[in-house]
């Protein structure tokens, strides 16, 4: 049954009723950023002013008379009594204020225990003049002894002025030290609120995603309801997909409204400004921050129904759900942590990343690469623990008498399937990003050490086996594992031998589209690729001329061309296609096939992700048309291994007329007319050779 939107609509308003309905939702919705922020404010501020923070109200020091207060406030007033530049440049460069006041009706020690009074003074009066200053504090206040240090430093310094101007009138040519301060290395940016902000975000999302989940599912199985949904004439997935979108609104409509108080209540209290520093927080900020907090939803959400979808009750989910909340913390703490950046490891390890990229985020120093590699591993992410929650919720763990578990997920079924599932599909995928990304970039970082120790050939051929163990074997294990047979799954069928031809021919003119889309993306600024990197590439093609044409052949068409076509047009096409229809699973295939060519070693080459969609779309409608994997084979084989040669053979090739182009990286305009003829031509021929035929698969 083919996924009708309109019922899934439908589904997905009842159960978002049902929630919504629920006081105990509408508590974590509405009532907690109600109440918890503006306490939060108070207790926040009140531990900022005490622990010393630069403060906009000045310190109240008390003394006993009129004639201290004046006498006080102008020895603070006096120039001399402030830093030195140097000293006040390496403090922060704000000097504090004193307001100098006489208590009413009460000594100013008396004022000061009332915690009326930042500090006391007290003068000891001498035979002619004053002889002594007591500066008294309270103790365990911070803030007292902050107003303490600061004003016993400014006697001080007005004291030292004193003795310069005395010294200088006995030896003119006396001169102090010249003391002068500076730093090197890049300032770190960012603030307390960029800090804090995404980790309270990210735990509060969390905590409206759990209600909702736990009675959606257990819920429902506790109350005795979830035997009829199961029994309405609706695929069981149907039913988790509408339950899993209505966790995830609930989890946003959360987020959003922790969002709105948390900025509401830092305005009005001052708390922002505080907080944030020189930097600010726009609405392009606000808007990125909510888009990382509907993926999380999305990824949290996943999660969490994978959790709760084999759960009996209601107690039984919160038992299982209590250890996760709290194995959350620890990734979201670590990012509290100084050195600790998206990069790396932690660029696809999961929660991590959304938290660090929205601390970049607000701090200002996001990049490119590691936000593009955050929010595609967790869309992965979401997309396996969504598939995990399918697996258990389409099994017998519905009814009230399961013993299904998680170790049931990693038992092979009993019968043997054609293709793979859409949950065991997404979980392929979410173990292909993080096992390429720390492949490919453990293989660069060794091969950068052995670089000359090792031959270009043998790094060729490691990044070939580097993409048989990530591509190849990955989708392998999850076929032998979940018992899918191995031709209907990897769609070996024998094609028309004509549909061989075309594809050669297609390979023909393809090649040439896909330099064009490289070249656009060059000249609209979409290459991210430093002159450095530009440098090193060009380096890296000299060496490839020392290599053997049939080395380059293996290892930059042959191997490409099979596994990936195995992975992506055999394996995915297969789970997909069962389920979508047939322009949605070439769409998605070929989408899936762009950006695991974006993400290379620690680069983002973000020009490749047109081009590799653009040929991902070209091989996907030929798998169609002639249901087997060997025409794109085919395709994939010739359309890299024309590229490899020209690009090791370009120097020869001259005559052909692309020195003709007067500096510029597009082809000449014959070459792009005899391309997109030999496209129409193949594409003519994959057609005549598949029309009226419908390979079926064996029963």
């Known amino acids: 049954m ?33 109440l918890v922020y503006p306490l939060l404010s108070m207790a926040l501020n009140r531990f900022l002013l005490s622990s010393g923070m630069p403060a906009e109200q000045a310190f109240m020091v008390g003394v006993s008379s009129p004639a201290e207060r004046d006498f006080l406030q102008t020895l603070i007033d006096d120039p ?29 020690e008396e004022a000061l225990s009332r915690n009326l009074l930042d500090i006391a003074v007290q003068f000891q009066q001498g035979p002619s003049s004053i002889q002594s200053v007591e500066i008294v504090s309270y103790n365990n206040d911070q803030g007292s002894s902050t107003a303490q240090r600061i004003l016993t430093e400014r006697l001080q310094w007005l004291q030292l002025s004193e003795t310069m101007r005395i010294a200088q009138q006995i030896d003119p ?10 730093s090197i290395g890049e300032k770190a940016s960012g603030s307390i609120l960029g800090t804090v902000i995404p980790l309270v975000l990210v735990l509060m999302t969390i905590t409206g995603a759990v209600y909702p989940a736990i009675d959606l599912t257990a819920g429902e199985r506790e109350r005795g309801t979830m035997e009829a949904l199961m029994a309405s004439p609706v695929p069981r997935w149907w039913v988790l997909l509408a339950k899993y979108l209505a966790v995830v609104f609930v989890a946003f409509l959360t987020a959003m409204a922790n969002l709105l108080a948390m900025f509401v209540t830092m305005k009005v209290t001052g708390l922002a400004s505080m907080l944030a520093g020189d930097s600010s927080i726009g609405l392009l900020q606000i808007t990125q921050i909510l888009g990382l907090l509907l993926l999380f939803s999305c990824f949290f959400s996943a999660l ?91 099994s017998d763990a519905v009814e009230r008498t399961s013993q299904k578990s998680f170790g049931s997920l990693f038992h092979r079924p009993n019968a043997i399937t054609n293709h793979p599932s859409m949950s065991q599909a997404g979980l392929v995928i979410a173990l292909l990003l993080p096992a390429s990304f720390l492949i490919s970039n453990g293989l660069m970082q060794w091969l950068r050490m052995v670089s000359d120790t090792i031959s270009v050939s043998s790094q060729l051929l490691l990044n070939a086996l580097s993409l048989i163990l990530v591509f190849g074997l990955i989708p392998l294990f999850a076929t ?25 021919v297609l390979a023909g003119g393809a090649w040439a589209f896909a330099h064009e889309a490289l070249a656009l993306a060059d000249q609209f600024g ?64 070929a989408v899936l096939f762009g950006l695991f060519h974006v993400f290379v070693g620690s680069t983002l080459l973000v020009e490749r992700f047109l ?57 000449p305009s014959t070459w792009l007319a005899a391309a997109a003829m030999l496209v129409i031509v193949g594409i003519s021929i994959v057609a005549w050779s598949t029309r009226g035929k419908a390979i079926e698969e064996p029963a």
């Open 173 to 182: 040519n006396y001169k102090p030290i010249d003391l002068r301060i500076r």
């Open 304 to 394: 969490l129904l994978s959790l709760t979808s084999f759960a009996k009750s209601f107690k039984e989910a919160q038992a299982y759900l209590i250890p996760v909340m709290l194995l959350s913390l620890g990734p979201a703490m670590l990012s509290l942590m100084p050195g600790v950046n998206l990069e790396g490891p932690l660029a696809v390890a999961p929660l991590l990343n959304i938290v660090l990229l929205a601390r970049d985020i607000l701090s200002g120093t996001a990049t490119a690469a590691g936000a593009v590699v955050a929010v595609t591993s967790t869309l992965f992410y979401a997309a396996a623990t969504l598939g995990i929650a399918a697996k258990l919720f389409g």
């Open 80 to 108: 001399r009594s402030a830093p030195p530049e140097p000293i006040l440049k390496v403090n922060g460069g704000q000097l504090a204020r004193f307001e100098v006041v006489v208590p009413e009706e009460i000594s100013p």
């Open 480 to 504: 032998i594992i979940g018992k899918h047979r191995i031709l209907t799954t990897y769609r070996f069928f024998t094609p028309p031998l004509a549909s061989l031809l075309g594809a050669v």
């Open 526 to 589: 979409i290459a991210l690729l430093s002159e450095d990197q530009i440098e090193r590439t060009r380096s890296l093609l000299d060496k490839w001329k020392t290599v053997p044409p049939w080395i380059l052949l293996l290892t930059m068409a042959a191997t490409p061309a099979i596994i990936e076509e195995l992975c992506f047009r055999g394996y995915l096409f297969s789970a997909f296609s069962n389920v979508l229809r047939p322009w949605q699973t070439i769409g998605i295939t």
């Open 611 to 667: 081009p590799t969609t653009l040929l991902g779309l070209l091989l996907g409608w030929v798998a169609f048309r002639t249901g087997s994997v060997w025409p794109g084979v085919v395709l994939h084989f010739f359309h890299n291994g024309m590229l490899e040669l020209a690009a090791r053979y370009h120097e020869q090739l001259d005559f052909l007329g692309l020195s003709d182009t007067e500096g510029s990286k597009h082809l």
């Open 2 to 34: 083919k996924l009708s939107w309109s019922r899934l609509g439908r589904l997905t308003q009842k159960e978002l009723r049902e929630t919504l309905r629920d006081r105990r939702t509408m508590l974590t919705l509405v009532m907690m950023p109600l």
